[in-house]
């Protein structure tokens, strides 16, 4: 195997560990040391792909606003096709990691009232998916105006259903179920 293949392997790891470590335990209560123990690396491997925690975090940021773009053409196709905003929101959700993936975008609200590298990310993110179901409410046959103001309003609903899902999901875990 090349460096270049092993490099990003590690890479890899580190952001899947730091994944399920900010998911659980927030990005304040994880530490690089228990991500590193998870990828079954040292903390120096860390520190080789990132220089700090923040850029782990960013790391993991960037992949989680990946995924939820992708989970927004979802919600997009829906409005498209003339789906009500509780309708088109809902569809956010019901893939494969949706508890992680709202753990993840939960604490990306959190990290972003401290964080300004974070908050500038989840407000680029946040004004890509108003133009893109803005777009896709244009497309279903609304007005510019009704079309953006449909955005906000799912765009909230989908914010409200992870914030339920994170709070649902800290319920069972303290819970024990």
């Known amino acids: 195997m090349r460096q270049e293949e092993r490099r990003a392997r590690t890479r890899s790891a580190l952001l899947r560990a730091a994944a399920a470590a900010f998911a659980e335990r927030g990005y304040e209560g994880a530490s690089l040391d228990s991500i590193a123990a998870s990828a079954a690396l040292s903390k120096g491997a860390v520190y080789a792909h990132f220089p700090t925690k923040l850029f782990l975090y960013l790391g993991v940021v960037d992949q989680l606003l990946d995924q939820a773009e992708f989970r927004l053409d979802k919600v997009a196709a829906a409005v498209t096709a003339g789906a009500n905003p509780g309708h088109a929101a809902a569809v956010y959700m019901g893939l494969a990691g949706d508890d992680e993936h709202a753990a993840l975008m939960a604490e990306l609200c959190q990290v972003a009232v401290s964080e300004a590298d974070v908050r500038a990310a989840l407000e680029s993110y946040r004004d890509r998916r108003q133009a893109l179901l803005g777009h896709a409410g244009v497309d279903s046959g609304l007005t510019p105006a009704q079309a953006l103001e449909q ?27």
Request: aromatic fraction near 4%.
């Open 151 to 177: 955005a906000q309003v799912i765009g909230k609903l989908v914010d409200a259903e992870i914030l339920y899902r994170r709070i649902s999901e800290a319920g069972r875990i303290h819970a024990g179920t």
